[in-house]
């Protein structure tokens, strides 16, 4: 025992440098990150300054143009669209990350054992002999890196900031897609309305022609008059198929969103519907709000910070690391012996790494993370700027389409009024078959640009929210991989593995 107990005093003198050395740990490198602060505008150009501005109201403001068909195709999306999807896996896979850098915090430890069978020979006054035996070893090896200047803690730091912008980008692939859904539903219906106009229109003109060709019959009009009729209602006929396809786009737009094959809604949406029109006008907030609204600036600020941590970790490269290892083993004859009557053996101790030279490498090292640190600041304001010229962009855009959309349903009015005087006036022989058509045509024209610019406040309202940040605000489960694997621990190959 005078042998173990020498021992252990050895590794008495060896664990107390080894712990000052772990209370050292709390030491870190490099810049600590502080969240940047913006000059902010006070208000949007449009809010007048007496009144206090309303928040925004952004939960599920797709509800808020009022079609049950829309607002069950945006959850659908959300829970078959495949960029979430790969939102999703793109969160694992930062998980994960973040708990290899959590796990190079703690010690590594491993086993060992080994059975031989061994056989010597030797020769002794001619004659030869030999012998064999068994010998069995067993033993356990542990290591710690001491994380003395902080490298370990701001890889863990820096992978906590790569998850949290995983999880942003997650909210602004959300964002989009029911952004698209909603953009794409509108564009749907608003070609379904537009096709029906322009088969109301050219039928309307069928009867002109029709009433053209009677009155040729009697004398009042002419065949060049009736070709004349039947031209525009065929003109008007024409620009049905290009609606047509503009519609089956949208629609097959709106399938690959939901995750289906392109014609998976085309019979379910055949049945017309009207134009969803939402509630004008609506709160936008104050400008700041879109600092924690908007996930794509959300995710630029945390990938800001998880680039301010990695400084730290170039930097801590720079400076001494101390790692303790220790060892333990046994060996015996028998394999009931180890531990017992065998020889054991044992070592411990800290082990010292310093760069001495490296042609700067290092130093270049450090320079790069503060380049790439100043690179993702400067995309962080960006994404701010951008997102306030959104917001600007969407609320001229809404209002004045707004304003446009009074003017046309004016114009849309008195054209169609215009022409059924025009047609009456024609039936009576007190106007010319040319008047009769430009008016037919500009009413045509006039609710077509009328259908056109309700669209353009359903998508600009779409925009606008989008613009504030408006997004999916529901439960997504993120755990759930896309492929599950059965039967990954141990097993022979099969053939076709081995193939």
């Known amino acids: 025992m005078p042998g173990f107990e020498r021992g252990l005093a050895t590794a008495k003198g060896l664990l107390l440098p080894a712990f000052a050395a772990a209370l050292l740990s709390g030491c870190v490198v490099g810049p600590d990150y502080q969240k940047p602060l913006l000059a902010m505008p006070a208000s949007w150009s449009g809010q007048k300054a007496v009144k206090p501005a309303k928040p925004a109201q952004l939960s599920q403001w797709w509800q808020r143009l009022r079609d049950p068909e829309l607002n069950a195709l945006v959850e659908e999306a959300v829970a078959g669209n495949l960029d979430v999807a790969t939102a999703k896996a793109k969160i694992r896979e930062a998980r994960a990350s973040y708990r290899q850098s959590v796990g190079k915090l703690l010690p590594s430890a491993e086993g060992s054992a080994s059975a031989t069978r061994n056989r010597t020979a030797a020769t002794s006054s001619g004659t030869a002999t030999s012998t064999t035996y068994d010998q069995y070893e067993a033993g356990f090896d542990a290591s710690w890196e001491l994380d003395l200047f902080g490298a370990n803690r701001r890889s863990v730091e820096a992978a906590s900031y790569g998850l949290d912008a995983s999880e942003e980008s997650l909210r602004s692939t959300l964002l989009t897609l029911v952004g698209d859904v909603a953009s794409n539903y509108i564009q749907a219906r608003g070609y379904q309305t537009r096709i029906a106009l322009a088969r109301r229109s050219a039928a309307s003109q069928r009867q002109t022609a029709e009433l053209t060709r009677t009155m040729a019959l009697a004398g009042t009009a002419t065949a060049a008059d009736v070709a004349k009729a039947m031209g525009q209602a065929s003109s ?218 309700r669209v353009s406040i359903a998508t600009d309202y779409i925009a606008l929210n989008k613009a504030l940040g408006g997004g999916w605000d529901g439960v997504v489960d993120s755990t759930t991989p896309e492929i599950i694997d059965v039967t990954t621990g141990p097993r022979f190959a099969s053939r076709a593995v081995a193939q």
């Open 236 to 453: 008007t006929e024409a620009e049905i198929p290009t609606l047509e396809a503009s519609y089956a786009e949208a629609v097959h737009r709106l399938s690959v969103l939901t995750g289906r094959p392109p014609a998976a809604l085309t019979e379910r949406l055949k049945r017309a519907k009207p134009i969803p029109a939402p509630r004008l006008p609506i709160p936008t907030g104050i400008p700041a709000d879109i600092l924690l609204t908007r996930p794509d600036v959300r995710m630029a600020e945390r990938q800001y910070a998880q680039s301010t941590a990695k400084i730290g970790q170039a930097e801590a490269a720079r400076y001494p690391s101390v790692s303790l290892t220790g060892d333990i083993s046994t060996t015996s004859l028998k394999l009931g012996d180890l531990g017992k009557n065998s020889t054991i053996g044992w070592s411990f101790g800290p082990s010292l790494s310093v760069p001495l030279f490296n042609g700067g490498q290092l130093r270049a090292a450090v320079d790069v993370a503060k380049a790439q640190r100043d690179q993702y600041f400067i995309a962080y304001k960006a994404a701010v700027l951008t997102a306030l010229e959104d917001v600007e962009n969407s609320t001229v855009s809404l209002s004045q389409e707004r304003i446009r959309n009074g003017r046309l349903a004016s114009s849309a009015k008195s054209y169609g009024e215009a022409a059924r005087l025009e047609r009456t006036l024609y039936k009576a022989g007190e106007t010319s078959l040319l008047d009769v058509l430009d008016a037919e045509r500009s009413a045509y024209s006039a609710d077509d640009t009328l259908l056109q610019s």
